[in-house]
């Protein structure tokens, strides 16, 4: 047995492993870094469709299509009786499951299932706590979404709704994510202790 050789092969393969194991240790803090900031940006593109559904503030909603024109907190406003669905329900969806989604346009049922959905999701995410209620609501309407569409105009097979979805699936599984939010203190709680779906 030639312990020399051995030892230097070793020497030799833990000098060729050693790059890969201290680029993982310079990444690691970049990466825990980067996931609450991706749970914070999802949560503000959850919460800003809500807030501007609900007061009309310009963008998707209080717009005129034709002139541009702003009408801020005005008549499109869900605050105002407008339902945050209709549109999109109406002219927004296609495939061959248009009509069941045109067919409830209107519906107050669903605007609000909606509305609570978008708003729910998004203080959610932003706070980091009820991940596991947030990332099963987030993903059905993402999937709801992309079944209205049928076909992104840009990708047949894959656009933001699916893409969003993974990275509600991939926030609920990683721990770092967890960073800079209310989750510790949220899991004290008797009735989520009590309630594992609250999690």
């Known amino acids: ?15 060729t492993a050693s790059p890969r194991r201290s680029s993982a240790v310079e990444t690691a803090p970049v990466l825990s870094a980067v996931w ?10 959850f919460l800003w469709a809500f807030l501007d559904k609900t007061f009309a503030l310009g963008f998707s909603t209080g717009r005129d299509a034709k002139t541009g024109a702003v009408d801020l907190f005005g008549p499109a406003a869900w605050i105002h009786g ?45 706070l980091g706590i009820a991940t596991r209620i947030a990332t099963v609501a987030g993903v059905a309407l993402m999937i709801l979404l992309r079944l209205a569409v049928w076909q992104s105009p840009n990708n047949p097979i894959v656009d933001e709704h699916l ?25 004290r709680l008797p009735i989520v202790r009590r309630l594992p779906i609250l999690r």
């Open 1 to 15: 047995m030639n312990t020399t050789d051995d030892r230097t092969a070793l020497a030799t393969d833990e000098d």
């Open 36 to 45: 609450p900031l991706l749970r914070i940006a999802m949560a503000l593109i």
């Open 82 to 126: 407008a339902s945050p669905t209709t549109g999109f329900l109406e002219f927004g969806t296609q495939g061959p499951l248009a009509p069941l989604f045109t067919a409830l346009a209107g519906n107050v049922v669903v605007d609000w299932l909606f509305m609570l959905g978008m708003g729910g999701v998004g203080i959610a995410l932003l």
């Open 163 to 187: 893409v969003y979805a993974l990275v509600l699936i991939a926030l609920a599984v990683t721990p770092a994510a967890h960073r800079m939010s209310l989750d510790a203190m949220w899991q």
